[in-house]
Nanobody
Framework: QVHLVESGGGLVQAGGSLRLSCAAS????????LGWFRQAPGKEREFVAR????????YYGDSVKGRFTISSDNVKNTWHLQMNSLKPEDTGVYYC???????????????WGQGTQVTVSS
């Protein structure tokens, strides 16, 4: 059974940093895409960043480009989202997800974690 487990969320002041982690288990993800999404109260789930599981290409949403970095620890099958220069509008529940398509759309991802809350105070 596939499990994606996020951690690292919390409360931070604007301008601060957080590092989220996503631990994956349960299958071989070699040809999959790892995506990060977020959802603020009353809003739709928003694409944040993605990368090929085997390494190489990455892609970021316009609102986080230059501030967030996606990376992986292949030995531990764990992904990270380093978030710098955080803004109040970055507040939301952050999810990692895995799917077979290079996509911005949540429906294209098969497996999801439970989410971790990030709150940025002004």
């Amino acid at each position: 059974q596939v499990h994606l487990v996020e951690s690292g969320g919390g409360l931070v002041q604007a301008g601060g940093s957080l590092r989220l982690s996503c631990a994956a288990s349960g299958r071989t993800f070699g040809s999959y895409v790892l995506g990060w999404f977020r959802q603020a109260p009353g809003k739709e789930r928003e694409f944040v960043a993605r990368a090929w599981w085997g390494g190489g290409r990455t892609y970021y949403g316009d609102s986080v480009k230059g501030r967030f970095t996606i990376s992986s620890d292949n030995v531990k099958n764990t992904w990270h989202l380093q978030m710098n220069s955080l803004k109040p509008e970055d507040t939301g529940v952050y999810y990692c997800a895995a799917g077979p398509h290079w996509s911005d759309y949540p429906d294209d991802y098969d497996y999801w974690g439970q989410g971790t809350q990030v709150t940025v105070s002004s």
